[in-house]
Every structure is written in C-alpha cells, then in structure tokens.
C-alpha cells in the first residue's frame, strides 16, 4: 500500500491464466458493452461473465479490495486497442478533472492479456505524477519525463493505477493488435485499513513513502511530499505520522496560553 501511496500504481504480473488470457483475445475483439455508471460489480458482470472471472482471480480481487474496500461501484470500462504501426500515441494525461480529495481516490484496473514488448505501444506512466492536481490532458504537451514508465510486461498482467496518474498509449510499431481491458471503480467505504496493517510500524513503509522521481523539482517536488502523508494519514488514520515534519509544521496551531 506504500508503494502504491508513493508511485499512484501497482503491479501484479502474470497472475490472470493462460486460457483465460487466450479467451480475452476474442473476448476483447468484440467489443464489450458499456454499463451505466455506479453500477454494482455483480449488476455490471454477471457471475460466470470474463469480467467477473477476472476479477474474482484471488490476487486480484485481493489487490482491488485493499484498495478500494468491498463493493465497489463501477464507474466506467473500456477495450483499448493499439493498432499495428498505427503511427500515432495518445498525449500524456490523468483520468479526472481537477480533483482535490486528500481522502479517497478511484482505482483503474488494466488487464494486459498479451505478451506486451517495447515496439508494442505499451502505457506509459509518470510514477508518483498522481497527487499532482492537474485536468485531464493539461500534461498532453509534455512529451518526455525522466523516469517515465513505459511498461513491459508479460501476458496475463494487472496494473492498477491511482486514477490521476499522468499516463497515455503509445504508438504501436509492431505487427500485432494490441489490446488492454480498463474497469475503474470508485469506493462505496471509506478507504481507511482496509489491507492487512500489521507491518505499519515497519521502517520500510516510511522509506517507501519517501520514495523521490527523478522529474520532481527541487521546490513544488516537496508537495508531492506533502500530499502523500496527508493521503497516508487518511488511509491509516494515524494523525501524527510525518515524513520531516512537511505536514506537522504547517498544521501547527497552538492555543493561547491562559495564565
């Protein structure tokens, strides 16, 4: 969850079956319906469904609910298709407008059911871009970040992504279709120890928490910084947790002393 918290996504590799994976191909090619926003997962895919067996694979549904809590509303899905030497790339943005929540946050899932190879077009994401309160293609001229993220991945891979994270499809120089399924869901809980807790006193969760991009810059960088604790408190409910006093110095407001 830390490492979510810091880099706005997180990576399950390989865990949806090679049959399945196979299925999807033609499953995708299709076309899959749309469903009207905030409808329950069980109204959106029916038991038995792809999608429901997707989302029913244990690491996934695992992954989802530390995430977002049970029952979550889907709020849209979509089959993305890059197109062989289809010269072209979707410009670098995040999935909301302006969004100003420190409390909660939506969650995209991205189903890759195809080995997916650098020529290939696969998303390109801006680790810890997500807390940055930009709209929607604001970052569209931006062509190249340093420490971008272009993923690489083998077939049958989950990425789930902080719904503000600056990310885009890049442009398919390779023979083949390129397909990937997206689900974002908005929680119906408070997103607060909704996964396992018992290791929040582990000193690896603030060094993960403290994780810098090598695009942050020296001064609006440290914001970054700062709304990651305020999500951290959120998420934990622990109200004193700091990284370097960034939160605790600007919240202080001492009392007048009565003698």
Known sequence: ?????AHGSLRLDAVVPAEMNAEAIGFLGRGVPGVPYGSA??????????????????????????????????????????????????????DAIIDVRTDAFDVQLM???????????????????????????????????????????????????????????RRNDSDAVRYMFKIRFNPTVRQRRLWDTSALGDPRVAEELSTTFPWYEPATGRLEIYNRVLLWRSLTGDESFDLEH??????????????
């Open 1 to 5: 969850m830390a490492h979510f918290v």
């Open 41 to 94: 997962v069980a109204d959106a895919y029916p038991e038995g469904s792809f999608a429901r067996r997707l989302l029913d694979i244990p690491a996934v549904a695992g992954a989802l609910r530390s995430l977002v809590g049970p029952d979550p509303r889907v709020d849209h899905h979509a089959v993305h298709v890059r197109e062989p030497r289809e010269g072209a790339a979707q410009p670098l943005h995040g």
């Open 111 to 169: 189903y890759y059911p195809q080995d997916v190879t650098l020529d290939m077009g696969g998303t390109l994401s801006v680790p810890g871009s997500h807390l940055r309160r930009t709209n929607e293609t604001d970052t569209g001229r931006y062509q190249n970040l340093l420490g971008q993220s272009r993923l690489v991945c083998p077939a049958g891979t989950v990425v789930f992504l902080h719904h503000g994270l600056w990310h885009g499809g």
């Open 246 to 259: 960034w939160v605790t110095r600007v919240s202080n407001r001492p009392q007048e002393r009565v003698a």
